[in-house]
């Protein structure tokens, strides 16, 4: 079988327990145990259940039981984990960002769709990623420990003085995230990251203010942009960079 289709698998296989960290991490419950059982009539999922995307499609989105409909978030996490780090084998093969960066990216769609829904990024998720972040900048030589150190430096400073500025418009969490990535990527592509972030935010939500989605007070979670930025600096990081500097200079 080719590598790429395996790393798919093994990605949408995380992707599902992104679902259970996504689902229980929120609401203080354990991510280990117990098994993943049916929101509505508690059944146990079965091994069969647990087969990322294909389960879902078989049983038209339902639980097998009670009929209970599920929600598409589970089938899309898991069919994005797979796409991006099949996405992240194109880009690194198997040199060591790779490893590093699916950390980084099941880290990211986790706080995205936690961000979504509860408006939150939870500490456990930051702090951890934090700790991952600076302790593999120790022991590989991918950014350095004090690049990784800068990173983590400017990328929370950055967003504390734009919480301080916003008056409470942007939350704690947000700082402590835009931090997290800074360990895994360094200063310069996180800072750029947020900046893309915001951009793409403001075009997304004026568009969704014109054709009256939102109104103007409705906050857009940020984290899933600074999310969506970071992995547009990790594809595209170093064209975007040069082609910042072609146009300033
Ligand atoms: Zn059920």
Redesign the pocket.
Known sequence: MELGLVIFIFGSIVGSFLNVVIYRLPAGKSIVFPPS???????RLGFLDLIPIISYLLQKGR??????KFSIQYPLVEFLTGLLFLALYWKFNLGIEFYLYLVLASLLISATFIDFKHQIIPNKLTYSGIIFGISSSLYFDHIGFRWALLGFLIGGGFLLLVAIASRGGMGVGDVKFAALIGTFIGPTQTFVGIILGALIGSVVGIALIVTKQIGGKDRIPFGPLIALGTLLMIFFGDSIIDLYWSIVL
């Open positions: 059982e049916c929101g509505n009539c508690g059944h639980c097998r039981h009670c009929g209970t």
